[in-house]
């Protein structure tokens, strides 16, 4: 579902009217008629879709994400993918305070980047890459990932942020990130490694051993790279069980 598809972020429409509106074959901006609707509402809707014309053709996804209800921003994801920085981390701990980050992926773009720690994974390296992103995509990022990085690192990732972890729940898929690949048919090429090893091979990579950071760096990649396919199924999901097209029945 493309924001265009979208009336929710309208003052007084809630799911019901919208779906009304579906219903009735508006499906779109552009099929929009205010006689549709009572007087008042029609000119709500009518000032949100100007205004999100403009805002849509500037790329602002912060405007759609903060004019949709929480539950529904998962909503921005289609029309933003592209310009969107799917990221994963690796630590020490759990404890950001006591912890290190390891390593850091970004799949952006279709391209994979790795910053390590001791070596590029600076400050200065993490907004310039995150700078370039309109949305973030993680799982479970807003309470491990970004505060994890933002206290290491002094580094401020206030950005409309995509967090998978709630849009999976909203689909009752529940656990960590590899039982939901595996739950949605998401291989992985080393799926015998866990958080915990990823702690395990930093340390070994401390002591000096060989191939355990490029196991590493391998792993968390590849956490990078499967989000985007995770955030493709489960908004698509979300999108056949929200959306309704009269033209598609």
């Known amino acids: 579902m493309r924001v265009e598809n979208s009336f929710i972020g309208v003052r007084g429409?809630?799911?019901?009217?919208?779906?009304?509106?579906?219903?009735?074959?508006?499906?779109?901006?552009?099929?929009?008629?205010?006689?549709?609707v009572g007087q008042k509402t029609g000119?709500?809707?009518?000032?949100?879709?100007?205004?999100?014309?403009?805002?849509?053709?500037?790329?602002?996804?912060?405007?759609?994400?903060e004019q949709f209800p929480s539950g529904e921003r998962w909503r921005v994801y289609e029309t933003f993918a592209e310009r969107?920085?799917?990221?994963?981390?690796?630590?020490?701990?759990?404890?950001?305070?006591?912890?290190?980050?390891?390593?850091?992926?970004?799949?952006?773009?279709?391209?994979?980047?790795?910053?390590v720690a001791g070596d590029d994974l600076t400050a200065e390296a993490l907004s310039a890459t995150v700078g370039d992103a309109d949305l973030l995509v993680t799982f479970n990022g807003k309470?491990?990932?970004?505060?994890?990085?933002?206290?290491?690192?002094?580094?401020?990732?206030?950005?409309?942020?995509?967090?998978?972890?709630?849009?999976?729940?909203?689909?009752?898929?529940?656990?960590?990130?590899?039982?939901?690949?595996?739950?949605?048919?998401?291989?992985?090429?080393?799926?015998d490694i866990s958080g915990q090893d990823a702690v395990r091979l930093w340390k070994e990579h401390e002591r000096g051993e060989d191939g355990?950071?490029?196991?590493?760096?391998s792993y968390n990649r590849e956490d990078a790279v499967n989000l985007r396919t995770l955030a493709d199924r489960v908004t698509t999901r979300l999108d056949e069980r929200v959306f309704v097209d009269p033209a598609s029945q």
């Open 13 to 36: 429409v809630g799911e019901q009217t919208e779906r009304t509106l579906w219903e009735s074959g508006i499906t779109h901006w552009d099929d929009f008629e205010p006689s549709t």
């Open 43 to 65: 000119e709500r809707i009518e000032t949100f879709i100007d205004e999100g014309r403009g805002r849509l053709a500037d790329d602002d996804v912060a405007y759609f994400d």
């Open 212 to 217: 355990s950071l490029e196991t590493l760096i």
């Open 143 to 191: 309470r491990f990932d970004v505060p994890f990085l933002e206290a290491n690192f002094d580094v401020d990732l206030d950005l409309p942020h995509l967090d998978l972890l709630y849009t999976c729940k909203q689909l009752g898929l529940s656990g960590g990130l590899k039982q939901i690949e595996q739950d949605i048919g998401i291989e992985r090429d080393r799926p």
């Open 84 to 115: 969107a920085c799917f990221f994963d981390i690796e630590t020490t701990g759990l404890d950001q305070q006591r912890n290190q980050v390891t390593t850091v992926s970004f799949h952006q773009g279709g391209d994979t980047e790795t910053l």
